[in-house]
């Protein structure tokens, strides 16, 4: 008599005991932290080779010229600086780190209350924007102080690019630290409210650090809307960082104030939000539009170019030129045209007046490509400052093509 054959039932998955399950919830959630880390970092620099296509020359000469010496002095890693790459520097924790959290933690809004069973009946009124505070001047700021500003370059009556120094174009917010107050003033003398956490590694004192508040390249709405806000400190933590670029204060030659930087901000520059911009030395026309090629093709703004042992001077000066693929330029918001299609209950574009160094031209003219859903819902206020990009300038003397760039912050 055959036995039956009989077959044994596949063996059921174990399942995972609870400390394990646990386990695996917070690895899963550090990979989400860290994913987060990597999409708003900052930190990566891009290198020269990246920026060329060309071999890369050696920075520096030796000379009997005495600003030849001077730069010689100063010796930057061969980096143009990479503040919005795709990965943020997780530093080591440290006992420092440890009190930013507790600053943290006491600049944090108390979480708001929940709404009451009486409040869930009401009819849901239509939401308003959140107000951002507009920056006020500080009493005790030094207002006389006005910043560096860069004319245009311009290939074919610049001055030959050769030996000065490169640095990318940040698209952020220009920033002045003044250490005597221990604040961030715009270039118009504002404040700009960065938590305590965010400036205690500065420098106190009279020094005086140029640069700008950065998030990420082609970030520059976002960044205006966190440092034009107030009590906003997990937005700062990781999203912002101050990328210094000048020394205002030393009145000495660029090299020397870029020397006087590596020395004194090593301990600095260890911090998750504070950088120093890095510069090479231009060898050429060529390479001077090889890297500006480069860096626009990867989402870049432009570069600067700063003359060699120039001095640091208020105002607009011929020592540092901005080159740029396209142009931008200000303009104050004088109406809005109404939208049509599914723009049709909200602005369609805005009507701008032409500003030449801070006034009005009465050359009118309109700006609707670049606008959010966000922007068209709740537009810049009649009299606002805006800034636009544009590619030149028609016959009439009005921009082709422009686009909204984010209103000013200054």
């Not at 690895?27 to 930190?43: D, N, S």
């Not at 490169?166 to 917010?173: H, I, P, T």
């Not at 976002?222 to 670029?245: A, E, H, L, M």
């Not at 640091?312 to 030129?321: A, F, P, Q, W």
């Amino acid at each position: 008599m055959t036995r039956p054959t009989t077959r044994s039932a596949a063996p059921s998955p174990a399942r995972p005991s609870a400390r394990i399950a646990a386990f695996q919830a917070l690895a899963a959630a550090h990979e989400a932290r860290g994913a987060i880390m990597a999409l708003t970092g900052v930190k990566r620099k891009v290198s020269v080779a990246a920026l060329s296509p060309r071999k890369k020359s050696t920075a520096g000469s030796s000379s009997e010229d005495e600003d030849d010496d001077l730069s010689s002095e100063y010796q930057p890693s061969q980096q143009l600086p990479s503040p919005s790459s795709n990965k943020r520097k997780s530093p080591t924790p440290s006992e420092d780190d440890e009190d930013d959290e507790d600053d943290e933690e006491e600049d944090e809004e108390p979480a708001p209350k929940k709404p009451t069973p009486a409040s869930r009946s009401t009819a849901r009124k239509p939401a308003t924007p959140r107000k951002t505070a507009s920056p006020k001047k500080f009493s005790n700021a030094p207002t006389s102080f006005k910043p560096l500003l860069a004319h245009k370059y311009d290939p074919n009556s610049s001055p030959d690019p050769t030996g000065w120094w490169l640095s990318e174009k940040l698209d952020g917010v220009r920033a002045l630290w003044h250490g005597s107050i221990g604040q961030f003033l715009s270039r118009e003398g504002n404040r700009f409210y960065a938590p305590d956490w965010f400036t205690k590694r500065l420098p106190r004192g009279d020094i005086i650090l140029d640069g700008e508040l950065f998030t990420k390249r082609g970030g520059f709405q976002d960044c205006v809307g966190i440092v034009r806000s107030q009590n906003q400190p997990k937005r700062w933590k990781f999203s912002v960082t101050y990328q210094i670029f000048d020394v205002p204060s030393i009145d000495k030659g660029f090299e020397e104030r870029m020397k006087w930087l590596e020395d004194n901000m090593k301990g600095f520059k260890s911090s998750r939000w504070v950088d120093v911009v890095e510069h090479v030395k231009c060898t050429g026309r060529k390479d001077l539009d090889d890297r500006l090629e480069v860096m626009v093709r990867i989402g870049g703004e432009g570069l600067m170019i700063r003359e060699p042992g120039s001095r640091y001077v208020n105002g607009r000066s011929k020592t540092l030129l901005k080159a740029k693929k396209f142009l931008d330029a200000d303009a104050v918001v004088r109406g809005y045209e109404q939208g049509q299609g599914k723009n049709a209950n909200c602005t369609g574009a805005l009507k701008v007046e032409m500003l030449s160094g801070g006034k009005p031209t009465g050359k009118m003219f309109k700006i609707g490509t670049g606008l959010t859903d966000k922007q068209r819902r709740n537009p810049p206020k009649i009299g606002a400052i805006v800034v636009y990009r544009y590619q030149e300038l028609s016959k009439s003397g009005t921009p082709r093509f422009p686009s909204y760039a984010g209103e000013r912050a200054d």
